[in-house]
């Protein structure tokens, strides 16, 4: 970061422009706030700077990314420097000043901001700004990494509080979670009112305390007697508000992420496993800890083969809920080689719910045609969905198989189809 920038802002200088009537421009208050050292001020610079941020236009907002990008990014030359110092000298104090050089100077100015009430859920918003704006700028992902590894350590597990959401949930929080439904949409407070009040439902969801009436992510359960091959078992049974004879599983049937700022941020994994904890503890009779997941990527994916496959293509054009069993066959086949076979980059499952499951240890244990045969899931994925399975005391043996080797666990359903 230049010297120059900051020279001028010594002790009564900024005083006088931070008490004063000036009008700052977001570039003397970010200065400013990494000149400040003192609390009281850096809490009245924190609000300024959101403030006035709040008030830009999508290319004021770029120009604020730019400023962070150009004006407080790594001093290469004050990294060299470091590191010789210690290498001729390793000690504490040249270990600091090497992390030190080697932290972008944007990371300490919005550690800065954060320090304002409600910095967290404002810094979350403007991180949403920023990923919509780097599609278009991918050159500005690297201030992506600043926000993603404060977020990691600001949203680490141990900050988060597990809460119930029921019918008594406040009002305010309960429309967020209609809001926040990002699997299947609820259209009313009566449909809401199915999925919370029954005896035989659960919702839980992630806290953060300074951002106590936001949840972050939240699962939905049912209580079961099996397994469910559709998405109707659980939307659309009849809610007499009692708990299933002998429930033996636990159906986590819809898992939304709430905000988008907050993305690569691993909240899912740890609720999956705390719910099926809690719940085993309350119902001791519970087994079987499965999904009802969609395949978002499946008809995409699908699209792509037909290019070079006219059959696909033709699979696509006709099926439907009254597909013959050769049809059938063939989609079950396409979408199990689809969810084990293909792979990102990086060697991982390429769709995304299914990549969220499996690196939390589940087994791909189901393929179920026509779960889905809405609009919305006939588009998607000609109505597929998929259970997981989660057996709690192979989580972590899954987890790590896949991790180090991207193996796709699957249960006897799926090797059976793959085998055909």
């Known amino acids: 970061m230049p010297s120059l920038r900051l ?5 009564a200088v900024l ?10 421009s977001l570039e003397s208050l970010c200065a400013m706030m990494i000149a400040s050292d003192g609390e009281y001020s850096a809490l009245l610079l924190a609000e300024r700077i959101l403030n006035a941020y709040e008030q830009l236009d999508s290319d004021g907002r770029l120009a604020f990314f730019r400023l962070l990008h150009d004006d407080y990014d790594i001093d290469a030359d004050a990294i060299r ?38 910095g967290t859920r404002r810094l979350v918003r403007m991180r949403e700004h920023l990923l919509e704006i780097i599609r278009e700028h991918p050159d500005l992902r690297r201030i992506d990494t600043d926000f993603h590894h404060l977020f990691n350590a600001w949203f680490n597990r141990g900050f988060l509080l597990l809460e119930p959401v029921d ?3 406040p009002a305010h929080i309960l429309e967020k979670i209609i809001a926040y439904e990002a699997v299947h949409e609820i259209e009313s407070w009566d449909a809401l009112r199915a999925r919370l009040q029954p005896e035989d439902r659960y919702c839980y969801a992630f806290f953060h305390p300074s951002m106590e009436d936001e949840p972050l992510v939240f699962v939905e359960v049912a209580l079961t007697e099996q397994v469910p091959r559709t998405i109707a078992e659980i939307l659309e049974r009849d809610a007499d508000g009692t708990i299933p004879g002998s429930p033996s599983c636990a159906v986590f049937y819809s898992i939304s992420n709430c905000h988008r700022g907050l993305a690569g941020v691993s909240f899912g994994n740890f609720l999956i496993k705390q719910v099926a904890t809690s719940l085993q503890m309350r119902f001791p009779q519970l087994k079987t800890f499965a999904t009802i997941s969609p395949v978002p990527g499946l008809r995409r994916w699908l699209d792509t083969r037909a290019q070079e496959q006219p059959e696909i293509g ?30 990102t980059g990086a060697g991982e499952a390429l769709d995304p719910v299914a990549r969220f499951h499996l690196r939390n240890g589940a087994v791909l244990e ?6 889905n045969p809405s609009d919305k899931g006939m588009q998607r994925a000609l109505g597929t969905m998929v259970n997981y399975v989660y057996d709690l005391g192979r989580v972590e043996e899954n987890h790590e198989d896949y991790v180090r080797n991207h193996r796709v666990a699957c249960g006897g359903a799926v090797k059976k189809v793959l085998a055909r």
Do not use: C, M, S
Request: charged letters at 35%; a negative charge; aromatic letters at 6%.
């Open 314 to 343: 033709t699979l696509l054009a006709e099926f439907g809920p009254d597909a013959d069993e050769r049809q059938r066959e063939r989609l079950e086949t396409l979408a199990a080689r689809y969810l084990v076979d293909e792979k």
């Open 366 to 371: 189901r393929i179920n045609l026509l779960a």
């Open 7 to 11: 020279a001028r802002w010594t002790p």
């Open 81 to 118: 420097a470091a590191v010789e110092l210690y290498e001729q000298a390793p000690d504490t104090d040249n270990l600091l000043a090497v992390t030190t050089a080697a932290e972008p100077g944007r990371r300490e100015l919005l550690r800065r901001i954060n320090l304002t009430p409600g």
């Open 15 to 24: 005083r006088r422009h931070l008490f004063g009537e000036e009008t700052e």
């Open 167 to 169: 019918w008594t949930t």
